[in-house]
Protein backbone atom coordinates (compact mmCIF):
# COMPACT_ATOMS: atom_id res chain seq x y z
CA UNK A 1 0.00 0.00 0.00
CA UNK A 2 2.77 2.44 0.72
CA UNK A 3 4.47 1.60 -2.45
CA UNK A 4 1.13 2.53 -4.20
CA UNK A 5 0.76 5.42 -2.60
CA UNK A 6 4.29 6.81 -3.45
CA UNK A 7 3.19 5.88 -6.95
CA UNK A 8 0.11 7.92 -7.22
CA UNK A 9 1.91 11.41 -5.66
CA UNK A 10 4.95 10.64 -8.38
CA UNK A 11 2.51 10.37 -10.97
CA UNK A 12 0.57 13.78 -9.86
CA UNK A 13 3.57 15.23 -9.61
CA UNK A 14 4.31 13.98 -13.14
CA UNK A 15 1.20 15.65 -14.09
CA UNK A 16 1.22 18.72 -12.53
CA UNK A 17 4.40 20.00 -14.32
CA UNK A 18 5.95 19.04 -17.72
CA UNK A 19 9.78 19.21 -18.62
CA UNK A 20 10.67 22.49 -19.51
CA UNK A 21 13.09 22.97 -22.59
CA UNK A 22 15.62 25.70 -23.30
CA UNK A 23 17.53 27.04 -25.78
CA UNK A 24 19.35 30.18 -27.24
CA UNK A 25 17.99 30.50 -30.81
CA UNK A 26 20.13 30.57 -33.52
CA UNK A 27 20.70 34.14 -35.06
CA UNK A 28 23.39 33.01 -38.47
CA UNK A 29 27.11 33.78 -38.78
CA UNK A 30 28.67 37.24 -38.49
CA UNK A 31 28.89 38.59 -41.72
CA UNK A 32 29.98 42.16 -41.12
CA UNK A 33 30.64 44.76 -38.61
CA UNK A 34 28.78 47.94 -38.60
CA UNK A 35 29.10 50.86 -36.39
CA UNK A 36 27.51 54.19 -35.17
CA UNK A 37 23.64 52.87 -34.59
CA UNK A 38 21.86 50.24 -32.94
CA UNK A 39 20.73 47.42 -35.05
CA UNK A 40 18.83 44.37 -34.31
CA UNK A 41 15.55 42.08 -35.49
CA UNK A 42 11.77 42.08 -34.93
CA UNK A 43 9.77 38.72 -35.10
CA UNK A 44 5.92 37.20 -34.83
CA UNK A 45 5.89 35.16 -31.57
CA UNK A 46 4.69 31.38 -32.53
CA UNK A 47 4.05 30.43 -29.50
CA UNK A 48 4.15 31.49 -25.64
CA UNK A 49 7.70 31.48 -24.38
CA UNK A 50 9.93 33.26 -21.48
CA UNK A 51 12.86 35.14 -22.79
CA UNK A 52 15.57 33.44 -19.93
CA UNK A 53 18.58 35.59 -21.50
CA UNK A 54 20.22 38.39 -23.27
CA UNK A 55 23.46 39.33 -24.78
CA UNK A 56 25.27 40.01 -27.22
CA UNK A 57 27.79 38.35 -29.81
CA UNK A 58 31.25 39.17 -29.55
CA UNK A 59 32.21 38.73 -33.36
CA UNK A 60 32.36 42.20 -33.92
CA UNK A 61 33.41 43.92 -30.68
CA UNK A 62 34.24 42.62 -26.74
CA UNK A 63 33.41 46.04 -25.06
CA UNK A 64 30.41 46.44 -23.00
CA UNK A 65 26.73 45.81 -24.42
CA UNK A 66 23.39 47.37 -24.23
CA UNK A 67 20.32 45.46 -24.99
CA UNK A 68 16.43 45.98 -25.13
CA UNK A 69 13.09 44.43 -25.61
CA UNK A 70 10.10 45.74 -27.25
CA UNK A 71 6.49 44.42 -27.81
CA UNK A 72 4.99 46.49 -31.10
CA UNK A 73 1.67 47.05 -31.11
CA UNK A 74 1.27 46.95 -35.04
CA UNK A 75 3.71 45.11 -37.65
CA UNK A 76 6.80 48.39 -37.37
CA UNK A 77 6.93 50.68 -39.81
CA UNK A 78 9.72 50.94 -42.80
CA UNK A 79 12.66 52.86 -43.11
CA UNK A 80 12.76 56.45 -43.35
CA UNK A 81 9.14 56.01 -41.06
CA UNK A 82 9.78 56.06 -37.55
CA UNK A 83 7.79 54.29 -34.43
CA UNK A 84 7.38 54.54 -31.09
CA UNK A 85 4.19 52.45 -30.98
CA UNK A 86 5.61 49.77 -28.90
CA UNK A 87 6.21 48.80 -24.84
CA UNK A 88 9.41 48.62 -23.26
CA UNK A 89 9.65 45.38 -21.75
CA UNK A 90 13.22 45.83 -20.91
CA UNK A 91 16.58 48.04 -21.16
CA UNK A 92 19.69 47.07 -19.82
CA UNK A 93 22.89 49.45 -20.61
CA UNK A 94 26.35 48.79 -19.82
CA UNK A 95 26.39 45.20 -19.59
CA UNK A 96 30.34 43.38 -19.10
CA UNK A 97 31.80 40.19 -20.66
CA UNK A 98 29.95 37.49 -23.19
CA UNK A 99 27.69 35.71 -20.49
CA UNK A 100 23.93 36.71 -21.41
CA UNK A 101 21.89 38.25 -18.86
CA UNK A 102 18.99 36.99 -16.84
CA UNK A 103 15.80 37.76 -17.42
CA UNK A 104 11.89 36.38 -17.23
CA UNK A 105 10.14 38.23 -20.23
CA UNK A 106 7.25 36.40 -21.00
CA UNK A 107 5.78 36.24 -24.23
CA UNK A 108 2.95 35.27 -26.10
CA UNK A 109 1.46 33.64 -29.30
CA UNK A 110 1.04 36.38 -32.09
CA UNK A 111 3.08 38.92 -30.26
CA UNK A 112 5.26 41.34 -32.50
CA UNK A 113 8.61 41.34 -30.77
CA UNK A 114 11.79 43.40 -31.25
CA UNK A 115 15.37 42.73 -29.89
CA UNK A 116 17.88 45.64 -29.67
CA UNK A 117 21.41 44.69 -28.61
CA UNK A 118 25.07 47.05 -29.39
CA UNK A 119 28.18 47.01 -28.36
CA UNK A 120 30.59 50.02 -26.85
CA UNK A 121 29.03 53.63 -26.57
CA UNK A 122 28.97 54.42 -30.37
CA UNK A 123 27.27 51.02 -31.16
CA UNK A 124 28.99 48.37 -33.08
CA UNK A 125 26.84 45.50 -34.53
CA UNK A 126 27.65 41.87 -35.56
CA UNK A 127 25.47 41.86 -39.02
CA UNK A 128 24.25 38.66 -40.30
CA UNK A 129 21.19 38.16 -42.81
CA UNK A 130 17.33 37.97 -42.24
CA UNK A 131 17.44 34.50 -41.13
CA UNK A 132 15.13 31.52 -40.58
CA UNK A 133 15.33 30.42 -36.80
CA UNK A 134 13.15 28.57 -34.55
CA UNK A 135 11.88 29.19 -31.35
CA UNK A 136 10.99 25.69 -29.67
CA UNK A 137 10.75 24.02 -32.70
CA UNK A 138 8.62 26.38 -34.61
CA UNK A 139 9.93 28.53 -37.86
CA UNK A 140 10.58 32.08 -37.20
CA UNK A 141 11.83 34.83 -39.28
CA UNK A 142 14.24 37.18 -38.17
CA UNK A 143 13.31 40.76 -40.11
CA UNK A 144 15.99 43.70 -39.90
CA UNK A 145 15.60 46.20 -37.17
CA UNK A 146 17.14 49.88 -36.74
CA UNK A 147 16.80 52.27 -34.23
CA UNK A 148 19.01 55.91 -35.38
CA UNK A 149 20.99 56.57 -32.80
CA UNK A 150 23.04 54.87 -29.88
CA UNK A 151 21.60 52.46 -27.09
CA UNK A 152 23.66 53.73 -24.78
CA UNK A 153 22.68 56.58 -24.44
CA UNK A 154 18.96 56.75 -25.56
CA UNK A 155 15.88 54.85 -25.07
CA UNK A 156 14.37 53.41 -28.13
CA UNK A 157 10.59 55.05 -27.72
CA UNK A 158 12.43 58.20 -27.68
CA UNK A 159 14.12 57.99 -30.72
CA UNK A 160 12.09 55.76 -32.60
CA UNK A 161 12.85 52.43 -34.91
CA UNK A 162 12.02 51.26 -37.62
CA UNK A 163 11.89 48.21 -39.97
CA UNK A 164 13.63 47.73 -43.33
CA UNK A 165 13.49 45.62 -46.13
CA UNK A 166 17.33 45.21 -46.64
CA UNK A 167 18.26 41.91 -45.97
CA UNK A 168 20.83 42.56 -42.44
CA UNK A 169 19.80 42.37 -38.98
CA UNK A 170 22.40 43.35 -35.74
CA UNK A 171 22.71 39.42 -34.02
CA UNK A 172 21.87 39.60 -30.60
CA UNK A 173 21.79 36.45 -28.54
CA UNK A 174 18.06 35.61 -26.79
CA UNK A 175 17.67 32.03 -24.45
CA UNK A 176 14.24 31.26 -24.80
CA UNK A 177 12.40 28.48 -22.46
CA UNK A 178 8.62 27.04 -22.69
CA UNK A 179 6.40 28.16 -20.14
CA UNK A 180 5.35 25.35 -17.33
CA UNK A 181 1.90 23.56 -18.08
CA UNK A 182 -0.61 23.29 -15.48
CA UNK A 183 -3.22 20.57 -16.23
CA UNK A 184 -7.03 21.98 -16.09
CA UNK A 185 -8.02 21.62 -12.27
CA UNK A 186 -10.84 19.00 -13.56
CA UNK A 187 -8.15 16.84 -15.31
CA UNK A 188 -6.27 16.72 -12.10
CA UNK A 189 -9.48 15.83 -10.02
CA UNK A 190 -10.15 13.06 -12.15
CA UNK A 191 -6.91 11.70 -12.39
CA UNK A 192 -6.66 11.45 -8.31
CA UNK A 193 -9.87 10.07 -7.63
CA UNK A 194 -9.09 7.21 -10.30
CA UNK A 195 -5.43 6.59 -8.40
CA UNK A 196 -7.37 6.74 -5.16
CA UNK A 197 -10.28 4.15 -6.55
CA UNK A 198 -7.25 1.95 -7.70
CA UNK A 199 -5.85 2.35 -4.00
CA UNK A 200 -9.34 0.85 -2.76
CA UNK A 201 -9.01 -2.02 -5.49
CA UNK A 202 -5.75 -3.06 -4.15
CA UNK A 203 -6.90 -2.87 -0.25
CA UNK A 204 -9.57 -5.14 -0.79
CA UNK A 205 -7.57 -8.12 -2.76
CA UNK A 206 -4.98 -7.83 0.34
Known sequence: MKKLLVLIGFLLICLV??????SIIDVGSHVSTYTGKTRGFWFTAPADFIITGLGLPTDASSENFDVSVLHFNGVPQQWPVETSDFDTLFLSRDNVGSNLLSTDIHIFSGD??????????????????????????????????????????????TIGVS??????????????????????????????I????????????Q
Open 17 to 22: SNPVSA
Open 112 to 157: MIGILGSRGANSTNSYGTNYLTDILGFDVTLNRLLMQDDLRSYDPV
Open 163 to 192: SSAIHTIGRVLMDTESPMHTPEPTTILLFG
Open 194 to 205: GLLGLAGVNRKK
